[in-house]
T-cell receptor
Framework: SQQGEEDPQALSIQEGENATMNCSYK?????LQWYRQNSGRGLVHLIL?????REKHSGRLRVTLDTSKKSSSLLITASRAADTASYFC?????????????????FGAGTRLAVHP | EAQVTQNPRYLITVTGKKLTVTCSQN?????MSWYRQDPGLGLRQIYY???????DKGDVPEGYKVSRKEKRNFPLILESPSPNQTSLYFC?????????????FGPGTRLTVT
């Protein structure tokens, strides 16, 4: 079951510009994570934001979370060509949402970001 | 170096020929998981394991088997592969099974079933 949906599906910008990607989800969450994937390679964890947090920073990354709108955004400032990748949000829901007590991490389909020199 | 390794990285096989994709992690993680990635569908979980000898189905388990006899290894077995199992497969591990832990991913195995 797909929980998070990223928007836009693809984004093309010039180096130095900011890139903003959005993630919307349907059910209650206890945290939301963002991952990056270079073409055909494994995902790399970028940042985790908990449901009681509104904003988090890590280097050039800024993540916001609005639980009332069930949405999150990932902002990459001063983008570089090396930021070219796909970016995925992944939501973790409270244990009562799923049987067996295991809290799943559900990934969206991703945003493909291309940063041109 | 802390890592998750998968083998093989690329595999082309024929329908019905049993295959195993290996996954190993050196971080002493309790939790391991297999995903498949298909265009437009994101990552979908196949199976997961909370610890040795503890495994359970994810969202798309049909046609797959797993085992967890050692903490570091979590092989994915396709007993009778079919073309609809052509996909990019990722193994992942984390410290624990709670979804607030970051997951560490392997480099992926691209499988083609003809």
């Amino acid at each position: 079951s797909q929980q998070g949906e990223e928007d836009p599906q693809a984004l093309s910008i010039q180096e130095g510009e900011n890139a903003t990607m959005n993630c919307s989800y349907k059910t209650s969450i206890n945290n939301l994570q963002w991952y990056r994937q270079n073409s055909g390679r494994g995902l790399v964890h970028l940042i985790l934001i908990r449901s009681n947090e509104r904003e988090k920073h890590s280097g050039r990354l800024r993540v916001t979370l609005d639980t009332s709108k069930k949405s999150s955004s990932l902002l990459i400032t001063a983008s570089r060509a090396a930021d070219t990748a796909s970016y995925f949000c992944a939501t973790g829901s409270p244990s009562f949402m799923f049987s067996g007590g295991y809290n799943k991490l559900i990934f969206g389909a991703g945003t493909r970001l291309a940063v041109h020199p | 170096e802390a890592q998750v390794t998968q083998n093989p990285r690329y595999l082309i096989t024929v329908t019905g020929k049993k295959l195993t994709v290996t996954c190993s992690q050196n971080m002493n993680h309790e939790y391991m998981s297999w995903y498949r990635q298909d265009p437009g569908l994101g990552l979908r979980q196949i199976y997961y394991s909370m610890n040795v000898e503890v495994t359970d189905k994810g969202d798309v388990p049909e046609g797959y088997k797993v085992s967890r006899k050692e903490k570091r290894n979590f092989p994915l077995i396709l007993e009778s592969p079919s073309p609809n199992q052509t996909s990019l497969y990722f193994c992942a591990s984390s410290v624990g099974g709670h979804n607030s832990y970051e997951q560490y991913f392997g480099p992926g195995t691209r499988l083609t079933v003809t």
